[in-house]
Nanobody, 125 residues
Framework: QVQLVESGGGLVQPGGSLRLSCAAS????????IGWFRQAPGKEREGISC????????YYADSVKGRFTISRDNAKNTVYLQINSLQPEDTAVYYC??????????????????WGQGTQVIVSS
């Protein structure tokens, strides 16, 4: 059974940091791009970052570039998202997802076939 489980969310003050984790199982983890997405209340889902199967290639949406860092540990079947300088507008449910095809690299939501349940990030003083 293909499964992704996010963790690491929480309540943080503006300017704070969090590290989100996405633990994968049920597929050859090292063969697939993993993406991070978020959905804020009342807004559409937004693709924010993805990482290539090897971990060498990364991509960030402009809204998070310079503050978010994606990484992966293929030995642990886990992808991480380090989030720094959090702002209230970063409040959202954060999801990780597995690309449908092993040669896909991007943030089109339709190109991902397995999603985690999400982890809530709330940025508030």
């Amino acid at each position: 059974q293909v499964q992704l489980v996010e963790s690491g969310g929480g309540l943080v003050q503006p300017g704070g940091s969090l590290r989100l984790s996405c633990a994968a199982s049920g597929f050859t983890f090292s063969s697939y791009v993993i993406g991070w997405f978020r959905q804020a209340p009342g807004k559409e889902r937004e693709g924010i970052s993805c990482i290539s199967s090897s971990g060498i290639g990364t991509y960030y949406a402009d809204s998070v570039k310079g503050r978010f860092t994606i990484s992966r540990d293929n030995a642990k079947n886990t992808v991480y998202l380090q989030i720094n300088s959090l702002q209230p507008e970063d409040t959202a449910v954060y999801y990780c997802a597995k690309a449908r095809l092993s040669n896909y690299f991007g943030l089109a939501g339709g190109a991902y076939d397995t999603w985690g349940q999400g982890t809530q990030v709330i940025v508030s003083s």
